[in-house]
């Protein structure tokens, strides 16, 4: 029988926005335009600094990989430095469950070599490992 991965739990359903449980699935789908769809619909109504901060990272990092999967790797380039720039403002190590160093961790993994030459036109596309968002078991 196959094994399910639970990427949150019934407490974080209870606790977060629909919209960022939302993203977190379609993120993890793959799905990553659709994903900061979901994201943004919760970053454009009245949340809190700390959290639009949170959330405009994380669609920064989910359009980094939307760019590349339709080829634009320069303006992936972009989105990741700029999420980049974001968590580093947000300056925590967990926020609304997810852990931000293992997440940030999985996306210069993933995305880093998009910073090894001056235009990442230049070089062929890596595999790469997307990041898999799993929120910590307890809902912070």
Same mark, same amino acid.
Not at 106 to 127: C, K, T
Not at 133 to 140: F, H, Q, W, Y
């Given at each position: 029988?196959?094994?399910?991965?639970?990427y949150?739990?019934?407490?974080?359903? +209870?606790?977060?926005?629909?919209?960022y449980? @939302?993203?977190?699935? +379609?993120? *993890?789908?793959?799905?990553?335009?659709?994903?900061?769809? @979901?994201?943004?619909?919760?970053?454009?109504?009245?949340?809190?600094?700390?959290?639009?901060?949170?959330?405009?990272?994380?669609?920064?990092?989910? =359009?980094?990989?939307?760019h +590349?999967?339709?080829?634009?790797?320069? @303006?992936?380039?972009?989105?990741?430095?700029?999420?980049?720039?974001?968590?580093?403002?947000? *300056?925590?190590?967990?926020?609304?469950?997810?852990?931000? *160093?293992?997440? $940030?961790? $999985?996306?210069?993994?993933?995305?880093?070599?998009?910073?090894? =030459?001056?235009?990442?036109?230049?070089?062929?596309?890596?595999?790469?490992?997307?990041? =898999?968002?799993? +929120?910590?078991?307890?809902?912070?």
């Open positions: 029988m196959p094994t399910t991965t639970m949150y739990t019934e407490a974080h359903l +209870l606790k977060y926005p629909i919209e449980i @939302a993203g977190i699935d +379609l993120y *993890n789908a793959g799905e990553y335009h659709a994903a900061h769809d @979901a994201w943004e619909e919760r970053w454009m109504g009245p949340v809190a600094p700390d959290e639009k901060l949170f959330l405009q990272a994380m669609i920064q990092s989910a =359009v980094a990989f939307h +590349l999967q339709i080829g634009r790797p320069g @303006a992936a380039r972009r989105m990741y430095l700029m999420a980049k720039e974001k968590f580093g403002r947000l *300056n925590q190590t967990v926020f609304m469950s997810l852990d931000l *160093n293992d997440y $940030q961790a $999985q996306l210069d993994g993933a995305l880093s070599w998009l910073l090894s =030459v001056p235009d990442p036109r230049e070089i062929e596309q890596p595999a790469i490992e997307p990041p =898999v968002i799993c +929120l910590r078991p307890v809902a912070d």
